[in-house]
């Protein structure tokens, strides 16, 4: 029951509701978005003096992910009520500063002037934009800091139009969270940087370990054998094997859902914990495509990023990246030696 409802997710990139507090001084984001390109191999040194393989070259299945830079949309903040914590206030970026695709009422409206412009009636629904008629993002930030805040986050948008392989290029709206200093520090932190930019490398480096969100590869409606893995009953079984031996007692009216079924498997929300990056890209890396692009992707024409072990998703999936909330404290440095671009074509 870990993983209950095994029902389908309700949108196609994971969704992150929690990011892990740190005690640092230094402003930073703490997610990221990126393309699943594909996997290959490399040959990296075993920096670690423990391991039996210790100084040698060894051989590790890695993913490639593109990870073009993303927009900073908007500043959130939060402020502590008796029901948690709910949001106090946004300031909203310039609407030529979206990406491109963006959908017009994202831009830096009004309520009233979005309303007008969608033909309906001025809404009352608090806590949506704090910018009003006549009110700049200066006077909106300032709002914003004397509003008792708990916490500071960004609203910021992938841009798939600068990636060749994704075939939608709407971009998708996420949240990511901020670390280090004072909220009125963010505050400014975020206020510089309203509307602009941020890549990859301004918020992770190589050899950190972080978790990877993401939606599995979907598998339809499965029977229970291949959903749960129960076994098969014995041949001697007078209607069928492919299915459980009883649904239940007989005093219980109803099934109960801890009971073993048929139903949707695949394409869940799961998150892989400490995936170690082994490399982010630079304009001085060579280019990591394979010989005949990835297999049902492409070429990777972004930043990229080289992530140890499998992703959850097939390729062209949107995943979303957060700082490890349970870390591994003894980390050896990471010494690639060799990346892997023989075609994966199968010949």
């Known amino acids: 029951m870990g993983f209950s409802p095994r029902k389908r997710a309700i949108r196609p990139y994971g969704r992150i509701t929690s990011w892990p507090e740190t005690e640092s001084s230094e402003i930073r984001i703490q997610g990221f978005a990126g393309w699943k390109a594909g996997m290959t191999h490399v040959l990296m040194r075993d920096t670690n003096p423990t391991s039996t393989s210790a100084g040698q070259e060894v051989r590790k299945a890695v993913t490639v992910v593109e990870v073009p830079p993303m927009k900073v949309l908007a500043v959130r903040g939060y402020h502590m009520t008796p029901y948690g914590m709910q949001t106090a206030g946004e300031v909203w970026a310039d609407s030529t500063a979206g990406p491109d695709g963006l959908h017009p009422r994202f831009a830096n409206q009004t309520r009233g002037e979005r309303d007008a412009e969608e033909g309906r009636k001025?809404?009352?629904?608090?806590?949506?934009?704090?910018?009003?008629?006549g009110e700049t993002n200066g006077e909106s930030f300032d709002a914003l800091a004397n509003s008792n805040l708990c916490e500071v986050r960004l609203i910021v948008a992938t841009q798939p139009s600068m990636v060749k392989s994704v075939p939608s290029k709407t971009p998708e709206i996420m949240e990511v969270g901020l670390v280090g200093g004072g909220n009125d520090a963010k505050l400014e932190w975020a206020k510089e940087r309203l509307g602009g930019e941020v890549t990859v490398a301004d918020v992770y480096e190589s050899g950190q370990e972080i978790d990877v969100v993401g939606i599995t590869k979907g598998k339809g409606f499965q029977g229970v054998i291949k959903r749960f893995g129960v076994k098969l009953l014995s041949h001697k079984n007078s209607?069928?094997?492919?299915?459980?031996?009883?649904?239940?007692?007989?005093?219980?009216g109803y099934v109960r859902k801890t009971i073993r079924q048929?139903?949707?498997?695949?394409?869940?929300?799961?998150?892989?914990?400490?995936?170690?990056?082994l490399r982010i890209s630079n304009p001085d890396d060579s280019d990591v495509?394979?010989?005949?692009?990835?297999?049902?992707?492409?070429?990777?024409?972004n930043p990229y990023m080289i992530i140890q072990g499998s992703l959850p998703g097939p390729a062209k999936r949107l995943l979303r990246f957060r700082d490890a909330v349970r870390p591994n404290t003894r980390l050896h440095e990471v010494d690639l030696t060799y990346v892997s671009t023989s075609s994966k074509q199968g010949v």
């Open 289 to 301: 495509t394979p010989a005949g692009g990835f297999l049902h992707y492409g070429e990777v024409t």
């Open 239 to 252: 209607k069928r094997r492919r299915q459980i031996g009883n649904m239940g007692d007989f005093g219980t």
């Open 122 to 133: 001025p809404a009352k629904r608090a806590g949506r934009l704090p910018t009003r008629d």
């Open 262 to 277: 048929a139903g949707q498997m695949g394409y869940h929300q799961r998150t892989e914990l400490n995936k170690r990056v």
